[in-house]
C-alpha cells in the first residue's frame, strides 16, 4: 500500500498576498507604458546584405550574409551568418586585399519585418521605412569610430510568415575601401533597422541586432601615403657688366652639386642698384598611389636680412611636366620665372632666399566626396636657405608731397627734388584732396589748387621728358590710393613699375617706355608701350594697352601660369586709336612679346585681312563672322604626349562668339612665325622643325588631337599661307604649326559614347593615320583615374581615307557616371589620349533628379574640362560661372536633354589656378552648384 503525505501549505502574510495580486497589474501596465513611450517591437523575420568581393589574386564574387533568418525563407537560410557582438557569434572572414585591382562592396541588402498587433487600448504602430547602417574601421582602432553610413530600403510588398520585405537591389557608392589609407585588419559593422510611427504621431526605431552590431571582417593593405620633395632651384645670375651667365641648377635632397642649402648663389657680389639675380623656378617630384592624387605644386621663396626675421613668402605655381608615370610619380617645374632676387635688398649687406614647397591634391577614395590632402617639403619655419650679397649705396629717392600744385616737373612737390633716371620714385598716398601729379610735357596750363580754388600758371615748355627709377603708386586699396596721370608727352621708366592699384593713368597719343634692362610692371591700363634697354620686362599683371607696343630691344614677358592675371590685352579699333586698334610693332628674334597676348575686334570687313594687332595671324574672312576674339601664347609648344612630334612655340587661339554652326565662317588665312620659336621644341628641347616641313595644324580640344590644313610656305617671310579654311569650331579653336613629316597626333574628327541599354557603345572616326598601331579604350568612373578596357587595332597604321571605329563596354554592375577617353598608340610606342565623354547609368529613381559635376578634378590648361549635367527634361539651363569673390567669370545658356549632358567648363584655358564656383538653374527651376579646382 502506497502512502502519499502531503505537506500543509502555509498561510501567506497579507502583504505577500497584496503583493501577489498587484504585481501581474504593475507589470502590465509597466510594459504598456515602456511600449507606448519606445516603440520597441518590430519582429525581424530576415535580414541581409551581398557583398561583391574581389580579393587580391582572385576574381569577383558576390556572397550573401545575414543577420537573422526563419528556417525556411530562402535565400536567407543559405547565407552565412554574419557575426553578433551579443551573442558572442564569430565575424566571418571576407579576406585580404589592397588598392590595386582588388573590390570590396555592398551590393544589395533587404529585411523582412513585422509589426504585432498593440496591446488593447495601446497606440497602433505602424513601419514607415527601412534602412541599413554600416561604418568600416580598424579593429585596432582607439579612437572614436566613424559616423555610419545609411543604406535606405524600399517596400517591395508582402512575405511570407505576414512580414513585409524591404529592398534595395542596387546600392551605390557602397565601396568598403573608401578611404582606407592605413594597412591592417579592419571591421565591417552592419544594423538593420526600421523606423516607425504611432497613431499618435511618436516616432521610433527598431534595430536588428537591438543595442550591438552584426560584423565581418578583412584585412587590407593601403597604399604607400604620397609624398613631396624638392629636388632643384634654378638662378641665373648676371655679371657686373650685365651679362646673363649660364644657368645654375641648385640641388636639393641629392648628394650633386652644387647644393642650394647654405650656398652663396652665384658666387659674386651684387650692386645693390642694378645687380641681377634671377630666381627662374624650381624642380619637385610627388609620388603618389591609390585614391590619392598631387595636383599642384607650389614652391614659395622670400628674402630677408641674413640673421633677422622674414616678411611673408610669394608663391611660385610650378607646371606637370609629362604624365603620371607608372609607379606614381609626378615631375612639377618651371624653368621661365625673372624674378630679380637684388630688388628685395635695401641696403647693402647679406641676405638669405628661403624656400619650401607645397603641394595640394586629392583624395578620391569616395568619387561623390573627394578630400582636399596637402603635402609640404620644409615650411616657412624651416626653409631651405641660401644667401647673397650686396654691395653699393642705394639710389636716392624723391616722395611726391604735392606742397604746390600738380606739375610733375617742379622740385617743389618732391621731398628731393624732380625725379631723375636715377631717382626711386615714390607717389604718396595723400588723401582725396592733395594735388597728385600729372605729366604734361613741353606744355603751358591752368592749375586750379582743388581746396582755394585758386588758379596759377604753369609752365613746362622744355621739359620734354618725364623719367624715374623706380616708380611706386602708393596705397591700401583701389579705394584708398595715390594717382599718376600721363596728360602728354613720353614717360621712361628704367627700374619696376609698381601700379598695384591700377592708378597709373594715360591719355591718348602719351607713351610709357620701360627703357632699363630687367624690369616689373605690375600692370595698368596705356595708351602706348615702347621697350627698349634689352634684358627682360616681366608683367606681373594685366596690361591693356589701347595704341602700340613698339620693341626697341629686350623681352615683355607674361607668366604663362597665370594666363587671366598676367596678360596683354590690345585694345579694339576706336577713337582712342584712331580705329586701328592696339598693336604689336617691330617683333623680332630678341625682342618681341613672350606669352599672352589678346585682342578682340567686334567687327570685321569681307574681302579684307585683319591682322589683329600684328600679333601675327592675317584672317580674310569670306562673310562677316561677327566678334572674333584672337589669343596668342609664344611661351609654349603642344609636345603631347611623349613622343617626338612638337608644334611651334607658337599658338593661336580663336574665338567666335556669333556663330552658331561649324564651318559657318571661312577664311583666308597667314600665320606668321619666328625663327626662334621653330627650335629647341620637345620635352628635352631636341626638336628642330625644317621651315620647309611647316604645315598649319588645328585643334578643337585644347591641343590633344589635331588636323593637319596643310599651307604654303614662305621661309623667307616667316609666313604660312593656307587659302578658303572653314575650320573655325564653336566656339573656339586652336591653330599651331607643325612637321609635316613629323606630324602631331591622329587626327581624330569624330568621338563619342553613348548607352547602350546596360552598355556603352564608344565610336570614333579618323581623318588620317600616320604610324598608328591602335587605340586603348578607357574608362574611369572619377573622370581621373583611368583604366583600359580593350584595345583597337587600327585598320592601317599609314591611312589617308576616313576610317571609323567603335567598341561596346559590356562590364556589369555599371551605376554613376562612367568617362570614356581613347589613347591613341603609335608604332613605336608614342601616345595621345581624345577628348573625354562621359555616360550616366543613374538607376530609375535617379532619372528624374537634376545633378551637376565635372570632369577631371582638379583640372588643367591642356584637359578637356567639363560639367556633366543631368536634368530630368529637355530644355534650357542657365549657367553661371563666378570666382569665391563672386565675380561672374561667365554666364550662359545651354541646352540640356533628358538624362546627361556635357558641356565645357567656360574659359576653362585661360583661368588661373584656383577654386571657383559652377551655379547650374535648370528648366525645372531645380539649382545645382559645385565647386571646381584649376591647377
Keep these: ?35 507606448q513611450a519606445n516603440a520597441q517591437n518590430t519582429y525581424f523575420y530576415d535580414d541581409a546584405i551581398t557583398i561583391t568581393r574581389q580579393p587580391v589574386g582572385a576574381s569577383s564574387s558576390t556572397v550573401g550574409y545575414r543577420g537573422t533568418y526563419t528556417d525556411g525563407d530562402t535565400p536567407y537560410d543559405s547565407y552565412i551568418d554574419l557575426g553578433n557582438t551579443s551573442t558572442n557569434t564569430s565575424n566571418p572572414d571576407l579576406g585580404a586585399y589592397d588598392y590595386t585591382s582588388s573590390a570590396l562592396s555592398i551590393g544589395s541588402g533587404s529585411l523582412v519585418a513585422y509589426m504585432p498587433p498593440p496591446p488593447p487600448r495601446a497606440p497602433t504602430v505602424t513601419i514607415t521605412g527601412a534602412e541599413i547602417r554600416y561604418r568600416v574601421y580598424l579593429k585596432s582602432t582607439t579612437t572614436a569610430l566613424p559616423a555610419y553610413t545609411t543604406i535606405p530600403l524600399s517596400s517591395a510588398g508582402s512575405y511570407v510568415n505576414g512580414g513585409e520585405l524591404y529592398q534595395n537591389n542596387a546600392v551605390a557608392n557602397a565601396n568598403l ?7 591592417g585588419r579592419y571591421v565591417l559593422e552592419v544594423v538593420f533597422r526600421t523606423l516607425t510611427r504611432n497613431s499618435r504621431g511618436v516616432t521610433g526605431v527598431d534595430a536588428d541586432p537591438s543595442g550591438s552590431s552584426y560584423q565581418a571582417e578583412f584585412d587590407y593593405t593601403a597604399p604607400p601615403a604620397p609624398t ?103 615631375i612639377f617645374s618651371l624653368a621661365n620665372r625673372t624674378i630679380n632676387l637684388i630688388s ?101 596750363y591752368t592749375f586750379i589748387d582743388p581746396v582755394t580754388q585758386a588758379s596759377s600758371l604753369v609752365d613746362n615748355t622744355g621739359r620734354m621728358l618725364a623719367v624715374a627709377r623706380n616708380l611706386t603708386m602708393a596705397g591700401t586699396s583701389q579705394a584708398d590710393r595715390s594717382t599718376l596721370s600721363l596728360v602728354i608727352g613720353t614717360l621712361n621708366v628704367s627700374g619696376d613699375f609698381d ?106 570687313t569681307p574681302g579684307t585681312e585683319d591682322l589683329f594687332g600684328n600679333i601675327g595671324l592675317g584672317l580674310n574672312f569670306y562673310t562677316n563672322p561677327g566678334a572674333i576674339l584672337v589669343t596668342r601664347n609664344t611661351a609654349q609648344a603642344y609636345s603631347p604626349g611623349n613622343g617626338a612630334a612638337s608644334g611651334v612655340r607658337r599658338i593661336f587661339e580663336v574665338t567666335q562668339s556669333s556663330a552658331n554652326t561649324a564651318g559657318a565662317i571661312k577664311a583666308d588665312m597667314r600665320f606668321f612665325y619666328l625663327d626662334s620659336e621653330t627650335k629647341n621644341l620637345g620635352p628635352t628641347g631636341n626638336i628642330n622643325i625644317n621651315e620647309d616641313n611647316l604645315v598649319i595644324f588645328a585643334s578643337v580640344n585644347e591641343g590633344n588631337t589635331f588636323v593637319n590644313l596643310g599651307g604654303n610656305v614662305d621661309a623667307t617671310s616667316n609666313i604660312v599661307t593656307l587659302m578658303g579654311t572653314a575650320s573655325f569650331a564653336v566656339p573656339t579653336t586652336r591653330f599651331t604649326l607643325g612637321d609635316k613629316t613629323n606630324p602631331l597626333p591622329v587626327e581624330l574628327v569624330a568621338f563619342d559614347a553613348k548607352r547602350s541599354g546596360t552598355n556603352t557603345l564608344v565610336t570614333w572616326q579618323t581623318a588620317t593615320e600616320k ?35 567603335s567598341y561596346s563596354d559590356t562590364e556589369a554592375a555599371k551605376s554613376g557616371v562612367r568617362y570614356y577617353r581613347l589613347r591613341q598608340v603609335d608604332l613605336d610606342g608614342k601616345y595621345a589620349y581624345s577628348p573625354i565623354r562621359a555616360v550616366s547609368f543613374a538607376g530609375a529613381n535617379d532619372a528624374a533628379v537634376a545633378s551637376l559635376s565635372s570632369y577631371p578634378s582638379p583640372f588643367t590648361s591642356s584637359d578637356q574640362a567639363a560639367l556633366v549635367l543631368q536634368a530630368p527634361t529637355a530644355g534650357t539651363a542657365q549657367l553661371q560661372l563666378t570666382d569665391l569673390t563672386g565675380r561672374t567669370i561667365a554666364s550662359r545658356a545651354v541646352i540640356t536633354v533628358a538624362g546627361i549632358s556635357e558641356v565645357a567648363i567656360p574659359n576653362a584655358s585661360e583661368l588661373a589656378g584656383g577654386t571657383y564656383l559652377v551655379k547650374v538653374t535648370f528648366a525645372t527651376g531645380e539649382v545645382k552648384t559645385i565647386r571646381i579646382q584649376k591647377r
Aim: contains cysteine; charged residues 10%.
Design 344 to 444: 628685395s635688398a635695401s641696403i647693402a649687406g647679406s641676405y638669405s632666399v628661403d624656400i619650401y614647397f607645397q603641394a595640394g591634391g586629392t583624395d578620391n577614395a569616395n568619387p561623390n566626396a573627394p578630400v582636399a590632402i596637402t603635402l609640404s617639403d620644409r615650411n616657412g619655419d624651416n626653409p631651405y636657405t641660401a644667401g647673397f650679397n650686396v654691395t653699393g649705396d642705394p639710389f636716392p629717392t624723391t616722395v611726391w608731397t604735392g606742397g604746390l600744385n600738380d606739375n610733375w616737373f617742379d622740385g617743389s612737390n618732391w621731398t628731393n627734388g624732380v625725379p631723375t633716371a636715377g631717382t626711386n620714385v615714390v607717389i604718396a598716398n595723400l588723401g582725396t584732396n592733395a594735388p597728385y601729379p600729372r605729366i604734361l610735357c613741353d606744355t603751358k
Design 771 to 805: 604610324n598608328s598601331a591602335g587605340f586603348d579604350v578607357e574608362v574611369a568612373t572619377d573622370g581621373l583615374s583611368f583604366r583600359k578596357l580593350a584595345f583597337v587595332a587600327s585598320k592601317s597604321a599609314n591611312n589617308s581615307s576616313a576610317s571609323n571605329y
Design 1 to 35: 500500500m502506497t502512502t502519499t503525505t502531503l505537506q500543509k501549505k502555509r498561510q501567506l502574510s497579507y502583504r505577500v498576498n497584496f503583493m501577489k495580486a498587484v504585481v501581474p497589474l504593475l507589470t502590465f501596465i509597466a510594459s504598456l507604458v515602456s511600449w
Design 499 to 604: 601700379n598695384t592699384f591700377a592708378s597709373f593713368v594715360s591719355s591718348a597719343g602719351t607713351t610709357i617706355a620701360f627703357n632699363g634692362t630687367n624690369q616689373s610692371i605690375s600692370g595698368g591700363a596705356f595708351a602706348n608701350v615702347f621697350i627698349s634697354g634689352g634684358g627682360v620686362k616681366t608683367s606681373q599683371g594685366i596690361m591693356n594697352v589701347a595704341g602700340d607696343i613698339t620693341f626697341g630691344s629686350g623681352l615683355l614677358v607674361t607668366d604663362i601660369t597665370r594666363p587671366t592675371t598676367s596678360v596683354v590685352n590690345l585694345g579694339d579699333r576706336g577713337n582712342s586709336n584712331n580705329n586701328v586698334g592696339g598693336r604689336l610693332l617691330n617683333e623680332r628674334d630678341g625682342s618681341y612679346l613672350q606669352g599672352f597676348v589678346t585682342i578682340s575686334h567686334s567687327t570685321a
Design 228 to 330: 613631396l620633395k624638392g629636388t632643384a632651384v634654378y638662378v641665373t645670375p648676371y655679371s657686373a657688366s650685365g651679362n646673363a651667365q649660364p644657368r645654375i641648377t641648385y640641388t636639393l635632397n641629392s648628394t650633386a652639386t652644387p647644393a642650394f642649402e647654405g650656398a652663396n648663389l652665384g658666387n659674386m657680389t651684387y650692386d645693390l642698384n642694378t645687380g641681377v639675380l634671377l630666381l627662374n623656378g624650381g624642380v619637385a617630384v610627388t609620388t603618389e598611389s591609390g585614391a590619392r592624387t598631387i595636383t599642384s605644386v607650389s614652391m614659395y621663396y622670400r628674402v630677408r636680412q641674413q640673421n633677422q626675421g622674414g616678411g611673408s613668402y610669394t608663391a611660385i605655381n610650378l607646371t606637370q611636366n609629362g604624365n603620371v608615370s607608372n609607379d606614381g610619380t609626378r
Design 177 to 183: 575601401l573608401n578611404g582606407l589609407n592605413v594597412s
